[in-house]
C-alpha cells in the first residue's frame, strides 16, 4: 500500500499555541490560560499541539483557500452530539480526514425535521464510521523549554485594572503526518467501527454516482483521478498551515519552517529522526536524511521525489545538498515542494493503488 508520508517542522519564536483549559499553578490573579505541555519524569516539560487542533487548522486552512479546490462537509448539532453530514462520496474532508456519525433516535428525528438537507441515515440507523486517511502526530517541542508565564490587565474600563495571566514558550516543534492514499476515495460498508463508511442510502448514492464496486473489498471506489485532485488539496492546505491560539499578542507563522516527505510503500514514516537542539540552536541531520532514502531504495520502496521545503532565512547554513544514487530529491520553499508532490501524484494517479 503506498503512503504519502513526512516530518514537519515549525518555528514557535514566542507562542501559545494550543491552550490546556487548566489554570497556572501559583498563579497570581483568578483568570489565567496555561498551554498544553507534556511533563517529563525528569520535571522537563515539552509544550505540544494535539493532533486535533492541526486537524482543525487545516480544514480551515483549506476551506477558506480561494485557490484550493475543495468540497467542505455540513456539520449538525444535536443535544449531546455534533457530526458532519458523513457522506465521503460528495464531500472531501469526509473522505479525507474521517468522521463518526451516531446520532440518537431523538437527535435523528429533530435534525430530519430540522435539516431536510442532511443526508438520510440508512434505515435501521445504524452509525458510519470512517477512519481517517490523512494522520497527524502530535505537534511537540523537540526539546525541554522554560515556560513563560506573561501578566497582564484589562485598563480600559473605569475602576480598577482586571489582572489577568498566561503562558507561552519559544520551541522548535515538530511532528509526522501520512495518507493513506489506497484508502482515500475508497469507501467500505464492512460492519466493524471504523468501516462502516456507508450504509443502504450511502451505497445507493455510490451506485447512482458511477462508483466502481469493489465486491471482495465490500467497498465502493471513486475514479483514480477524482481520488489524486482529492489529496492534491490536501497537500497544498499542508504547506500553507493557519491557526493556533492567542495569535492576536503571539502571532505565529504555523505553516512549515522545514518538510521533508515522499510517496512511499507502507505506512511507517523513514523521516522521524531528522532534528535535534533546543529553542534557540537547532541541527537538521542530513546524513540521517540520506541513509533513510538510501535504505528506501535498496529495498525498493521509494514512488516518487523526496520533497524537501526549506523556508528561506531559516537555518540557512543547514539547508541540505543531498545527493543520493537512484533517487530523485526536489528541494525548494515547502509551498513550492508541497506542489511539486501533489501535481506528480496527479499525473501519475495509478500510484494511490501501488
Known amino acids: 500500500m503506498a503512503f504519502i508520508t513526512g516530518t514537519l517542522l515549525i518555528d514557535a519564536p514566542a507562542s501559545a499555541l494550543n491552550n490546556s483549559g487548566e489554570s497556572i ?3 497570581r490573579t483568578d483568570n489565567t490560560t496555561a498551554v498544553k505541555r507534556i511533563r517529563a519524569k525528569s520535571g522537563q516539560e515539552f509544550p505540544y499541539v494535539s493532533g486535533q487542533a492541526q486537524r482543525y487548522w487545516l480544514r480551515n486552512t483549506i476551506e477558506q483557500a480561494s485557490d484550493i479546490e475543495w468540497e467542505a462537509s455540513p456539520t449538525y448539532r444535536g443535544d449531546k452530539v455534533s457530526f458532519s453530514d458523513g457522506n465521503p462520496i460528495h464531500y472531501w474532508d469526509d473522505d479525507l480526514l474521517g468522521y463518526m456519525r451516531a446520532p440518537g433516535k ?3 428525528k429533530d435534525l430530519k425535521e430540522n435539516h431536510p438537507e442532511m443526508t438520510p441515515q440508512g434505515d435501521d ?19 525541554p523549554v522554560n515556560i513563560t508565564e506573561d501578566f497582564g490587565t484589562m485598563t480600559r474600563t473605569e475602576g480598577n485594572p482586571v489582572p489577568h495571566e498566561h503562558q507561552f514558550y519559544r520551541a522548535h516543534m515538530h511532528t509526522m503526518f ?23 442510502v450511502r451505497i445507493a448514492l455510490a451506485e447512482e ?36 491560539a492567542k495569535q492576536a499578542i503571539h502571532y ?10 515522499a510517496l512511499v510503500k507502507g505506512g511507517n514514516n523513514p523521516f ?30 521509494l514512488l516518487s521525489p523526496v520533497c524537501i521545503g526549506w523556508k528561506p532565512g531559516f537555518f540557512d547554513e543547514q539547508r541540505p545538498q543531498i545527493s543520493v544514487e537512484s533517487a530523485d530529491i526536489f528541494i525548494d520553499t515547502p509551498r513550492s515542494a508541497f506542489a511539486a508532490l501533489a501535481d506528480y501524484l496527479v499525473d501519475n494517479p495509478h500510484l494511490m493503488d501501488a
Not at 125 to 143: C, E, H, Q, W
Open 209 to 244: 454516482s458511477g462508483l466502481t464496486k469493489i465486491e471482495e473489498s465490500l467497498a465502493y471506489q471513486l475514479p483514480l483521478e477524482e481520488r489524486s485532485r482529492r489529496v492534491k488539496s490536501l497537500l497544498l492546505g499542508l504547506a500553507r498551515l493557519q491557526g493556533g
Open 106 to 108: 431523538k437527535d435523528l
Open 125 to 143: 440507523n445504524s452509525a458510519v464510521t470512517r477512519v481517517s486517511p490523512f494522520r497527524i502526530g502530535t505537534l511537540v517541542s523537540i526539546a
Open 178 to 200: 501520512a495518507i493513506d492514499l489506497a484508502m482515500a476515495g475508497t469507501f467500505t460498508y464492512s460492519r466493524r467501527s471504523g468501516f462502516q463508511n456507508l450504509d443502504a
Open 272 to 301: 522521524n529522526y531528522l532534528f535535534k537542539g533546543n529553542h534557540v540552536d537547532l541541527s537538521f541531520k542530513a546524513d540521517v536524511l540520506e541513509a533513510s532514502i538510501s535504505d528506501l531504495v535498496r529495498h525498493d520502496l
Open 252 to 261: 505565529t507563522d504555523v505553516s512549515p519552517a522545514i518538510a521533508v516527505f
Open 25 to 27: 499553578p501559583s498563579s
